[in-house]
């Protein structure tokens, strides 16, 4: 399939729900004309299309969002440029960002898409990554849900990832000790050594538990859950009393074929007076002025680190999304489909 034409717009559309992470199975690039908005709309070029795990849920089934009906395009979220508008508030040239598709091009009538605040000197892709959705979840997750004290010990799931990558940085800006859990020793030592964590575990290798329990000589105050499975039945071991779990997902569950068996050691928390508590950032949207209040310095002066996972091409996204499951991705997925202005 061709690069990016303005002419063409390129899809991708979802055929069938996915069994076990087949997407190359079930998702289909198509191509077809440029679409033109009608009164009231605006036509959004996309720049970037955000990888996330839950895109996978999407496929599959209804959660906090129904499923893609099949035969249509999928669902993602979207950086872009505005190129046509015949909407009163937006004009071409705006940035704006919100739920799109993976597609080229995104019509809308501004519902689920806004202008992205215009912090001076930060990269568009801050956007997607410490001031975007991302930036969001890890910090109404961590301290909304978590309300960590200073002097506590915070454990971050997925740690090298998008989420995981921020929650541990505010952690340590409000005092605490950051504890990563991630893939590859590489990615502890960019923990530790980049983005400041206090210490980081690679629960691939041998003995990880032995060293996780090492790294938290005070025990867990906060575990911020992103992956479920064995490693949250290793967290919950080490849990304070009145320890808080923000349950930000499970993504060693997103493909599963079968529904899997929570943790086995569940009751945990009641001797330990803990609390486990789901949240989607989503709720979050009309808060957003006070995340930007406080993360906008921190990353606009350096005291958060971040990175985007770049690739190029909307042909490339299923390679790329691909790279979630296997560990593959350091800091925000995305997709690089056309240029910024
Ligand atoms: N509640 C909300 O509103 C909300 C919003 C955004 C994201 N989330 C959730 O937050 C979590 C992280 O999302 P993200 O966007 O930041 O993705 P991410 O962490 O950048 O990418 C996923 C990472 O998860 C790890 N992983 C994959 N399969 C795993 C497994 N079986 N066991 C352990 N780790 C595994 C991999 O890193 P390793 O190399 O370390 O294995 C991978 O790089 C996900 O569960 C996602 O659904 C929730």
Known sequence: MAAFD???NRHW?????????NFAEVLSLREEKAPEPGPGEYRVRTIYLSLDPTN??????DSYLPAVPLGTTMRGLVLGVVDISNHDRIKVGDIVMGMGRWADYVITNGESMGKVPNIPGLPLLAYLGPLGMTGATAYFGLLDIGKPKEGETVVVSA???AVGS???QIARLKGCRAVGIAGSEEKCNWL??????????NYKAQGWRKQLRAAVPQGVDIYFENVGGEITETVLELLNIKGRIPFCGAISQYNATEPQPGPRNLSILVSRRARMEGFLVLDYTPRMAEMYAEMGPWVADGRIKWKVDLDQGLENTLTSFGKLFSGGNTGKLAVQVSAEP
């Open 6 to 8: 303005p002419a063409v």
């Open 13 to 21: 559309l979802l055929d069938a729900r996915p069994k076990g992470g």
């Open 56 to 61: 996978a849920v999407w496929m599959q089934y």
């Open 159 to 161: 740690a090298a990832g």
């Open 166 to 168: 921020l929650v541990g």
């Open 192 to 201: 530790t050594g980049e983005l400041g964590f206090d210490a980081a575990v």
